[in-house]
C-alpha cells in the first residue's frame, strides 16, 4: 500500500564545499570581480568538494524502526540532516509524510540561564509541540526526567546527565508519527540509557517509525529489525539487521594495523567456529582463533596476547601464549609462526573486539599491535544480560510460599 | 511568500518562545532589567535635545517643549528600527545549534528579535504617553489615527531588512560590523534631531531615506495634529512593501544553504 509508506528517499546525493568558501564580503566581492575579469576558478572549486552522499534510496513503512549504521564519516548525520529538512539534498527527493521530530542532538536548544521548566517550554516548542500540548504533557515529561527537584533551577546548573535526561525526555513526549534519534543513548548513566531503550521501544509499539543512528550495535540489534549500512556516503549493505551488522564488522576489521617493530608483524587473522569462518557467532560455541605472525628480519623473542574487549571498551579478559605455557619465540628473516587459541565463547550477546599484541614479556614491550583484529557479534538465545554468560540454569523447589512476619512493623 | 507566512502562522508558539526567550534572557542577565528598555531611547532622545539645544543657541531661538517633544518620539522610533537591525541581524548566526541541528522555519529569528524589541519599544512608548499626557505635550487630534498605520509600516520596514540582513550576516561574516557602522552614521541622514524642512531645498532628498517620512509623520500626527505627507508616506508603504516580499523571497531561496554555512 502506497499510504503505509512514511519516508522515501530516492537518488539522494549531497555535494559539500570542503573547507573555507567566501566566508567575507572582503574575500567574496574580489572574487566576484576576478570572475568577471575571466579568471575562472571552477578547476580549483571541483577539486575541493566532496559527496557526503551518493545516490542513497530507501523507503520506511509506518511503524518501522530502522537502522543505520556507519563509521565516522560515512554521511549518517548527513542523510539525517536531509530528512529533518534541515539541508537540502543536491540531488535526488525526500518525501515525508507525517510528523517529524528528531533528536539529532538533547537539548539543542536549551538556553543555560532560563529554568527546567522555561527550557521544556522553549525546547517543546522548538521540536514542534505547542504550549497547550506542553502544558498537557508538563507533568509527564518532568516525572521521566526524575527532575522534579531541580525544575525551578537554571539549567547551566545542571550536570550533563540531567542535562541530557531533560533533553531526552522533551524529546520522547513530543509523539511523533516519524522519530530521528541520532547517538543520544551515548551520554547518561547505565539506569537512563536503559529506560531510554525502553521508551523507544513503547514509541515502537505506539505505531511511530523510529530511524536510529548509532555505534552501539547491540541496541540496533535489539531495536530495529531491518537496517542499511553507510560507506563513503553510500549504501554497502540493505537488509535485515543481522546481515547488515555482519557486513559492517567484516569491514571494520579490515582497518586499524600498525606495525611497531620494523621486522616483526601480524600477518593473519581469522575467527572461526568448527572450521567456518564467521563474524557473527551464538552464545556459548566453541570459536578458534588463528594468528599468523611473519618476520623480515633478526626478531626479538615474543609472545602472541589476545584481549577481547566490550562495545564499550571495557577489557573482558585477556590471554597469551606465555600464560598458556608456550615458551617466547624468535624468528629469522623469512620464517613465520602461527598459532590457535580455543576458546568457548561463554559471552553475553553484543559486539566484541577481539585484538591481537606481540609482547616481549621479560622486557614489557609491544612488538606489533593490531586492533581491532577482529570484530563479532554474538547472539545469545537465553535471558542473560552483561557481558558475560555463564549459561545459568534455574532450579525452583516448591510453591510461592507466604512468610508470615512476627514483627508488625517491618510489614507495611 | 504564501507558504513562509502559513509556516510562521503554524509555528506562531514557537515564534513567541523565542521572543519570550529573548526578552527573558536579557532582563535576567542584567540588574537594571526593564530599565533596559529605556535606557537606549533615553540616551538619544538626550542628545537630540543637546544637539538641538546647541543649535537654538546659535539662532538665538528658544527651545520649544513641542520641539522637545518631536525629539522624543523620533528618538524612540529610531531606537526601535535601529535596534530590530542590529539585534535581527546578529540573529541567525547567534543560535548556530538551532541552525544546524534542527529544522524549523529560520525566519523565525529574526522576525522574534523584532518582537523582542518591540515589546521594549512598547515599554518605553508607555512611559512617554503618561509624560505627554500629563505635561499636556502632544495633540490630542484625530490624527493620532495615522499613528498605527505609520508604526506598522515602520515594522515592515524593520522586518524586510532584518529578513535580508540576517541571512546576508550568516554567509558573509563582515557584514556584521558594516551593519553596525551604518546604524551608528544613520541617524545623521535620518531626520531623527532634526527636520527636513530645515534643508529646504534638500528636503525631498532626505525624505528619499524610508524612514525619514514615517518619523517626520509620527512627529507631525503626535506632536503638531496635522497629518503627514500622504505621498511620502506611500513612497515609505511601497519600499517597505518591496523588501518585505524581497525579503521573504530571498531568505527562503537562501535557507537551504543556511546550515552548511553557518
Known sequence: MATDIV???????????????????????????????????????????????????????????????????????????????IMRPTTGTIEVNGRLSALIEVGAGFHPDLTGRENIYLNGTILGMTRAEIDRKFDAIVEFSGLADFIDTPVKRYSTGMYARLGFSVAAHVDPDILIVDEVLSVGDIVFQNRCIEKMNSIIRGGATVIFVSHNLRAIAELCPRSILLEHGQIA???????????????????????????????????????????????????????????????????????????????????????????????????????????????????????????????????????????????????????????????????????????????? | MRGALEELVDRRDLLYMIAWREIKIRYKQSVMGFMWAILLPAVIVTAGIVVRYGMSAMSGKQLSGQEIAGITVKGLVWAFFAGSLRFSSTSLIGNPNLVTKIYMPREIFPVAAILSQLLDFGVAAGLVFVVFLVTR??????????VPLLLAIVIALATGWALLLSAACLFFRDVKYLVEVVITFAIFITPVFYNVEMFQKWANLLMLNPLAPLIEGLEKCIVYGSAPNLPWVAYSAAVALASLLAGFYFFKKWEPGFAESI
Not at chain 1, 537518488?11 to 564580503?25: I, P, Q, T
Not at chain 1, 572450521?275 to 615474543?302: M, Q, R, Y
Open chain 1, 237 to 412: 549493505s540493505a537488509g535485515p539487521s543481522q546481515e547488515v551488522l555482519k557486513a559492517y564488522l567484516e569491514s571494520s576489521s579490515a582497518q586499524g594495523r600498525r606495525s611497531l617493530s620494523s621486522h616483526l608483524f601480524i600477518a593473519s587473522t581469522k575467527i572461526r567456529s568448527a572450521h567456518l569462518e564467521n563474524v557473527a557467532f551464538d552464545s556459548g560455541e566453541k570459536i578458534w582463533l588463528d594468528v599468523g605472525v611473519e618476520c623480515t628480519g633478526e626478531s626479538e623473542p615474543f609472545s602472541v596476547v589476545l584481549f577481547v574487549n566490550d562495545d564499550r571498551q571495557y577489557q573482558v579478559f585477556h590471554t597469551s601464549t606465555e600464560y598458556l605455557g608456550y615458551p617466547a619465540v624468535s624468528l629469522k628473516a623469512g620464517e613465520r609462526f602461527s598459532c590457535t587459541f580455543e576458546l568457548d565463547l561463554n559471552l553475553a550477546g553484543g559486539t566484541f573486539y577481539f585484538g591481537v599484541l606481540l609482547y616481549r614479556f621479560n622486557v614489557e614491550k609491544t612488538l606489533d599491535r593490531l586492533f581491532p583484529a577482529v570484530t563479532i557479534f554474538v547472539n545469545t538465545l537465553a535471558e542473560v544480560r552483561g557481558v558475560l554468560n555463564p549459561h545459568p540454569k534455574i532450579t525452583a523447589f516448591g510453591s510461592p510460599v507466604e512468610i508470615e512476619s512476627t514483627n508488625e512493623a517491618t510489614k507495611r
Open chain 2, 137 to 146: 505635550l502632544g495633540a490630542g487630534s484625530w490624527q493620532l489615527l495615522w
Open chain 1, 7 to 85: 519516508l522515501r528517499v530516492e537518488n539522494v546525493s549531497k555535494r559539500f564545499a570542503r573547507g573555507e568558501m567566501h566566508d567575507s564580503l572582503r574575500d567574496f566581492i574580489p572574487s566576484v570581480f576576478a570572475k568577471i575579469a575571466g579568471r575562472s576558478r571552477a578547476s580549483a572549486t571541483a577539486k575541493n568538494e566532496f559527496w557526503a552522499l551518493r545516490d542513497v534510496s530507501f523507503e520506511l513503512n509506518r511503524g518501522e524502526a530502522f537502522g543505520i549504521i556507519g563509521a565516522n564519516g560515512a554521511g549518517k548525520s548527513t542523510i539525517l540532516k536531509l530528512i529533518t529538512g
